[in-house]
């Protein structure tokens, strides 16, 4: 499969295949660190946004939110889910927008997807051009040092008369700046089983190296991956959650 056949050819798998996130967690989380750190205005742009889930919410909580993606039956599913929301085909790494924005997010590591560290600079850029003075952005990402190839995140779930087992996990080489998410799904019907498997290609990066790709740009604050509560990053573990506010 290519590197975006999953979501190009399965896209209806999707949803289920992300079952069990807490995107409602996840979103009052970013909406809490917006209230703290951001312009106190609400328009909303969500990268990497595939079925609109999070800009779901964020509607939900008063926002002018959209979305972008590169995958147009994701975007078809996102317009049934937020009728109301904008959205649009487009790659995160040179994106352009009609008005600025008071916030962009990036979730489930998706700022990985720009596959090469000037890929990613150049997906920064865009974001500082498309925020407002003071405007925030906020993603997830993970430091490629402390990246366990042989760890998995899996879950099963039902749909039509099938039981969906997905899995998932980070592999790094331990050199250069790539990394991949490697993806897999069985589903298994009453006589057979079906096999997917999948590698995306993404960035790899040490927090360090993130932070100087951010720092011309943006005021950077980092905080441990946790959606419960705001806590500060100790500043060793893998997982973190980057709150910028533009410079």
Known sequence: MSANALYTDLSGYYDLMCADIDYQAQSHFIKRLHQIFGNGANTHLDLACGTGPH?????????????????????????????EAQFTLQNMSEFTVAQQQNLITCFLY??????????????????????????????????????????????????????????????????????????????TTSDETFIWNDEHPMVALSFT?????LQPYFEIHIFEHNYEQITPWNGN??????????I
């Open 209 to 213: 190296e993130l932070k100087a790709v």
């Open 55 to 83: 800009v779901r919410h964020f509607i939900n909580f008063g926002y002018t939110s959209s979305g972008l993606d590169i995958n147009q039956p994701m975007l078809d599913r996102a317009a049934i889910r937020c009728p």
């Open 237 to 246: 573990s893998g997982n973190a959650i980057f709150a910028c506010v533009k």
């Open 110 to 187: 998706s700022i990985h997807y720009c596959d090469g560290i000037e890929k990613l600079k150049a997906c920064i850029i865009s974001v500082h051009n498309a925020l407002k003075a003071d405007g925030m952005l906020c993603f997830n990402a993970v430091d490629k040092n402390t990246i366990n190839n042989d760890s998995f995140v899996k879950h099963t779930a039902t749909s039509e008369n099938s039981l969906f087992t997905f899995s998932s996990g980070w592999h790094y080489s331990g050199t250069g700046e790539k990394q991949s998410l490697k993806l897999r799904i069985e589903k």
